[in-house]
């Protein structure tokens, strides 16, 4: 059985930095992701790694950097400089559907809320 868990979450002050932690279990993946949905919109993309490459969205670039355990089959999004529209929740997610922005993936994890303050 297939399970992503986060781990990392939580408040933080405007230009301050979290570490997102998602430990993937029952099988390995190349392709991992990070969405985010905050309250009334819809969920977007923030960040993927296929291997080793990193991809993101514009909103975050130069802020957040995804890398992979692959030892731990875990993934991480690191995110500095954090601004109070980051204020969201985050969710793993594992084996995309096409493309790796889309939010069109086979397994999610239950989200971890991350809250940036002013």
């Known amino acids: 059985q297939v399970q992503l868990v986060e781990s990392g979450g939580g408040l933080v002050q405007a230009g301050g930095s979290l570490r997102l932690s998602c430990a993937a279990s029952?099988?390995?993946?190349?392709?991992m992701a990070w969405f985010r949905q905050a309250p009334g919109k819809e969920r977007e993309f923030v960040a993927a790694?296929?291997?080793?490459?990193?991809a993101y969205a514009d909103s975050v670039k130069g802020r957040f950097t995804i890398t992979r355990d692959n030892a731990k089959n875990t993934v991480f999004l690191q995110m500095n400089s954090m601004h109070p529209e980051d204020t969201a929740i985050y969710y793993c997610?594992?084996?995309?559907?096409?493309?790796?922005?889309?939010?069109?993936?086979?397994?999610w994890g239950q989200g971890t809320q991350v809250t940036v303050s002013s």
């Open positions: 997610a594992a084996d995309p559907v096409g493309s790796v922005s889309r939010a069109q993936y086979i397994y």
């Open positions: 029952g099988r390995t993946f190349t392709t």
């Open positions: 790694i296929s291997w080793s490459i990193g």
